[in-house]
């Protein structure tokens, strides 16, 4: 008998002929012999307009109590699930993140998770029950307070369970058939890439590519787990995320060898970009501005610092954070502008992020030439740059960022035959 953990994301459950759908696959998992765990996303678009109603009563929203609103939309599904799979003779119980034992610290909005006791889920199991888990929430032991682990968690939450069940596969479920060379909605001919390593999807998922949560997949890393991911709407094969190179070659040697040298693009528009102008150039500055964001709790992507404006002994640096933490590192930078001694803030949130990723750049001259000249000759001017090892990523102005993916998409001979089908969901 296997255990699969399957989670089914906001699109899969968008309304009540979505979540029969998704209870049919639920049961019919089960009754070919397997343990199931399912883990749900909110119903359709739910958390976006949760958060639409939150600002349309306050202005800044205390962090708890949007973490108590957000976490109802996933109990919601799980409650509908469990009835939809009752209504059709099978068995289920549905839990609340605390209920399944998932510990995260007790940061409100991007909680970690630092513990899983999934007992209530395993004594469900062994009762021959589906267990139904609510995703992206947990519980802090110490302030005992619910809270949420980000957008896109609940595949964290998926991954976590799968990696303390000891489960078998994890598979993903979502609006297309698994993980393209770029976002469908922007590029209608991207490819399905049949394989990615966690490393690279890594890179992906941390450039704005949001069909997996960045955590689920370090965390799948770590733990040596499988992913699939796949589409409800249908039953082609999807992508397999592997955790290790040598997995890769287990599958297949002739797909090791096959590997493309880049693996795709991915965009990201939710950053926002703050520029500390006029900061004094002596040893200790950069740590104390990166330590007042780190004191916000703010996640700085991009850095730049520029030389010195020859006599005046300041420089500015620039860096990219995701824009709902703008006010608050912004403010955090004001309170501290005597201390610190710099002139002025400017903040910008009219920016795009645009990332190729691919392993086989370590080995192959010529990418960053050939990336930079498709976007020059798509007329698309660079703000700032930066690379790891296996990826380039340029920020540009937010209006040009569709155009830039599609030129460097093209560029690199990404387009596949057919136009991608999109199941569900708005992309919202
Ligand atoms: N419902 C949450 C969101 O929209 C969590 C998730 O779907 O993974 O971000
Ligand atoms: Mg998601």
Redesign the pocket.
């Known amino acids: 008998m296997s255990l699969i953990v399957q989670k089914y994301?906001?699109s899969s459950v968008a309304d009540a002929a979505g979540i029969k759908r998704v209870a049919r696959r639920v049961v019919k998992t089960q009754r070919a012999g397997n343990e199931v765990v399912v883990v749900v996303?909110?119903m359709g678009d739910?958390?976006?307009e949760l958060l639409d109603l939150a600002s349309e009563v306050a202005g800044r929203p205390p962090a708890r109590e949007l973490d108590m609103l957000?976490t109802a939309?996933?109990r919601i599904s799980m409650a509908l699930l469990a009835m939809a799979i009752h209504d059709q003779g099978g068995v289920a119980q549905s839990f609340t993140g605390s209920q399944a034992g998932m510990i995260t610290d007790g940061i409100h909005g991007k909680a970690r998770i630092i513990d899983v006791d999934p007992h209530r889920v395993r004594t469900a199991l062994d009762k021959g029950n589906v267990a139904i888990v609510a995703?992206?929430q947990g519980m802090s032991r110490q302030t005992h307070e619910i809270t949420t682990m980000g957008?896109?968690?609940?595949?964290t939450t998926a991954v976590a369970l799968a990696a303390a069940l000891d489960a078998d596969v994890c598979e993903i479920y979502t609006d297309v058939d698994g993980v393209y060379t770029a976002d469908p909605r922007v590029v209608s001919s991207a490819r399905k890439i049949d394989r990615i390593s966690s490393e690279e999807m890594l890179e992906m998922a941390a450039s704005g590519a949001k069909i997996l949560?960045l955590r689920c997949v370090e965390y799948a890393r770590r733990f040596g787990l499988p992913i699939h991911v796949r589409s409800s709407f249908s039953d082609h094969e999807g992508t397999w995320v592997l955790p290790s190179p040598d997995d890769k070659i287990k599958i297949s040697e002739g797909v090791a060898l096959e590997q493309p040298i880049i693996s795709g693009v991915a965009h990201d528009r939710s950053e926002g970009k703050v520029t500390v102008v006029g900061v004094p150039d002596i040893p200790g500055k950069a740590a104390e501005i990166f330590g007042i964001i780190a004191g916000a709790h703010s996640n700085i992507d991009m850095i730049v610092q520029n030389i010195s404006t020859r006599g005046t002994g300041r420089t500015d640096i620039s860096f990219t954070l995701p824009m709902v933490e703008g006010a608050e590192a912004l403010d955090a930078l004001r309170a501290a502008q005597d201390s610190v001694g710099f002139d002025s803030l400017i903040y910008d949130d009219e920016i795009g992020k645009l990332s190729l990723i691919g392993a086989g750049m370590r080995s192959n001259p010529g990418v960053s030439y050939r990336f930079f000249k498709a976007l020059s000759d798509a007329g698309v001017n660079i703000d700032l740059i930066s690379t790891s090892e296996i990826r380039i990523s340029v920020v540009t102005r937010a209006d040009l960022l569709d155009t830039a993916v599609r030129a460097v998409h093209q560029a690199f001979d990404l387009d596949g035959q057919d136009e991608v089908t999109v199941y569900g969901g708005t992309g919202r």
């Open positions: 994301g906001g996303s909110a739910t958390t976006d957000m939309g996933e995703g992206f957008r896109g968690g609940s595949d949560h």
